[in-house]
């Protein structure tokens, strides 16, 4: 099994730290780097042991029949990790296509 991300979700990843800093979640941008390392680190590794759920129809702009995981960082937020499996070659792929988290899709949840 492996874990695999769009580009779009990459790209992301490479803003997220920027924009938690800027937000002022993080006192030092140093921080804000380590937790979006720490939670792709924590995708890439349990996303195939994690209990999901279908996504629900909101999110077919990012891809259709997708599942959801869920991943609590802090006790006021958790990230949603929207994806697809396929088979590879006979490995198991869980491909990432969208990241958000509780803040900005609870309502659509």
Same mark, same amino acid.
């Given at each position: 099994m492996s #874990?695999?991300?769009l580009p779009e979700v990459v790209g992301y990843f490479e803003k997220l730290a920027r924009i938690l800093f800027v937000n002022g979640y993080f006192g030092g941008y140093e921080? @804000? #780097?380590r937790y979006v390392n720490? +939670?792709?680190i924590d995708i890439k590794t349990t996303l195939?042991?994690?209990s999901h759920r279908p996504a629900p129809k909101h999110f077919d702009k990012y891809g259709k029949s997708m599942k $959801? @995981? &869920?991943f609590r960082k802090s006790k006021r937020t958790s990230w $949603? #990790?929207?994806f697809k499996t396929y088979n590879r070659d006979g490995e198991? &792929?869980?491909l990432v296509r969208y990241i958000a988290n509780n803040h900005t899709i609870a309502? $659509? +949840?």
């Open positions: #874990v695999e991300f921080w @804000a #780097v720490d +939670l792709n195939p042991m994690r $959801y @995981a &869920i $949603y #990790v929207f198991k &792929i869980f309502q $659509y +949840l």
